[in-house]
């Protein structure tokens, strides 16, 4: 019964290098998406997927990209790091395509140095 | 455009006592409500939603919010407060008509319940 798992749990990067952030779920949810969660700024969606082979940008999608290759796995990559994205990463997943009752991961925490 | 408001970065009360964390809303048709709870070092879980019908809603742990769509609010309460109920909430809303999928969270406010 593992839900919604993301890998790695922190991660520190310097300025410029690339990464992978990894969100496996096993719920066989339709809708998954990333958020990052700033203090002060409660959560903000960065990209989201409906199924798939779709997905759409949310607020904040500069720098990073998404792909939805099988329903169970949707990896958010950082092309060039910036200290601008340090930050706690939030994979959540729904079963319907509204994305209503999200089930989250237990977050990355990614410094940018 | 869609918003959250959560006036109060953090409220505090005493074990026993009623609680209410208050979230205010801005959309532009009827909205789809949602409160969630994050408790240290962990993910957010959901707590309850209005999406239509009673404008009293109950959720998980004993909480319940109130719809209320002519003060555009939807604060959350609970009858008498526990030290465990201490953390993060967050209220989350969306548009019916909006793109699929698109959910909105407000900043957050930290509850602390005191013995």
């Known amino acids: 019964n593992a839900g919604v798992t993301q890998t790695p749990k922190f991660q520190v990067l310097k300025t410029g290098q690339s990464m992978t952030l990894q969100c496996a779920q096993d719920?066989?949810?339709?809708?998954m998406s990333w958020y990052r969660q700033d203090p002060g700024m409660g959560l903000r969606l960065i990209h989201y997927s409906v199924g798939a082979g779709i997905t759409d940008q949310g607020e904040v999608p500069n720098g990073y990209n998404v792909s939805r290759s099988t329903t169970e796995d949707f990896p958010l990559r950082l092309l060039s790091a910036a200290p601008s994205q340090t930050s706690v990463y939030f994979c959540a997943s729904s079963l319907n395509r509204e994305g209503e009752k999200l089930f989250f991961g237990s977050g990355t925490q990614l410094s940018v140095l | 455009a869609q918003s959250v408001a959560q006036p109060e970065d953090q409220v505090n009360v005493a074990e026993g006592n009623p609680l209410t964390v208050k979230c205010t809303y801005s959309v532009s048709g009827n909205p789809y409500l949602f409160w969630y709870v994050q408790y240290p070092n962990r993910g957010l879980q959901f707590l309850l939603k209005y999406i239509t019908g009673d404008n009293l809603v109950k959720g998980s742990y004993g909480f319940e919010a109130e719809f209320n769509k002519s003060q555009t609010s939807f604060h959350l309460k609970k009858p008498s407060a526990l030290v465990s109920d201490s953390a993060l909430y967050f209220c989350a809303v969306r548009d019916r008509g909006s793109t699929l999928g698109r959910l909105y969270f407000g900043r957050g406010t930290q509850l602390t319940v005191w013995p």
């Open positions: 719920m066989n949810h339709e809708y």
